[in-house]
């Protein structure tokens, strides 16, 4: 049985790529690009987790050496369909999986990513930190968690810019391109009342992660936050 944010993505795959450039004004390849960074002086196994249509994947798999192995995880099959179609997957394996339970055994991974997937596992404060403990339970002692994600600017201005943005362009642009305007509603929504890095910090600890840390970018609009087991 599939959830409404499985029915959401499915919807809205076939657009999801050309929505995000158009939004970001094409920032958001440079963020994950970043983001994908933070793991290039390591090897052994990189997942992704919530790799959507694969563009983090890519990012990860361009700087992977040959003795790194990269998996992308995502629990909506129309996603996975458009990121098996991107240039250099054929070196990464692509997991149709849940997040919140990976099918990964006990301290095997490296590194994980998540790039605009946290947002979408918050149901609750409590599904949120379980999913980090999932995480925590798959490193290797030493593994390193990267995760980027729409932040809460610190200045008030800002933040308002960045909500009144959400709610008339992302709601409006998306929810017309892709077809599916209570998707990006809920998209837009999300990012407005998601947490600020100081409070996703915590969240991450909670998990038993320890040298948590952040940095903003885009005025705070969005944070990656590293941490380690
Ligand atoms: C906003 S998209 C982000 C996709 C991609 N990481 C990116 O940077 O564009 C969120 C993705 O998370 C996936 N997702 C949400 N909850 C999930 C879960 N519990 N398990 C696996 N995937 C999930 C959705 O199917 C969707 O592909």
Redesign the pocket.
Known sequence: MSTA??RL?AKVSPT?DLI?RILTFGL?RGW?ERAAASAADRSGIWI??????G??VADLAHLATDETKVLG????WP?LRKARKKPGMDRTILLL????ILPVLDGSVDVIT????VR??RHSHLTLAQTFKEFHRVLKPGGLFVS?ETSQPQSKIVRWLFHTYACLFVRGVGGRISGSRSGYAY?SSTASQFYNAAELSETIREAGFHDVRYHHMMFGVVAIHEAST
């Open positions: 944010v499985q993505f999801y995000n958001d994950r992704d987790v919530c790799c959507g249509t563009d983090m995880l995502d629990f909506s996603m999986a849940d997040a919140r998540v790039s605009f997937g979408n596992i980027l998209l």
